[in-house]
Nanobody, 115 residues
Framework: QVQLVESGGGLVQPGDSLRLSCEASGIIIRLRAMGWYRQAPGKQREMVAT???????NYADSVKGRFTISRDNAKNTVYLQMNNLKPEDTAVYYC?????????WGQGTQVTVSS
């Protein structure tokens, strides 16, 4: 059974940084394309960043240059380093495979950017 557990969110001020973690079990992340997604209140869930098994990455235009997706194969964990956070980054952040597995969604981690 696949389980993805996100952590690392919080309440921060504009310009601050956070690092989100996604611990995976039931899948081997180095063999899969993995991604971070987010859902803001009243909006649809959107892709934020993806990392292919081969290492290539892709980012939503809104986060390019500010967010970095990475992984630790030994820990079977995916990370999202978020720098220069903006209020519009406020959302619940989830990790999942690419394309996302419908049954893999976890509870996510809340990121709130506010002064």
């Amino acid at each position: 059974q696949v389980q993805l557990v996100e952590s690392g969110g919080g309440l921060v001020q504009p310009g601050d940084s956070l690092r989100l973690s996604c611990e995976a079990s039931g899948i081997i992340i180095r063999l899969r394309a993995m991604g971070w997604y987010r859902q803001a209140p009243g909006k649809q869930r959107e892709m934020v960043a993806t990392r292919a098994s081969g290492g290539s990455t892709n980012y939503a235009d809104s986060v390019k240059g500010r967010f970095t997706i990475s992984r630790d194969n030994a820990k079977n964990t995916v990370y999202l380093q978020m720098n220069n956070l903006k209020p519009e980054d406020t959302a619940v952040y989830y990790c999942n495979t690419v394309p996302p597995g419908g049954s893999y969604w976890g509870q996510g981690t809340q990121v709130t950017v506010s002064s």
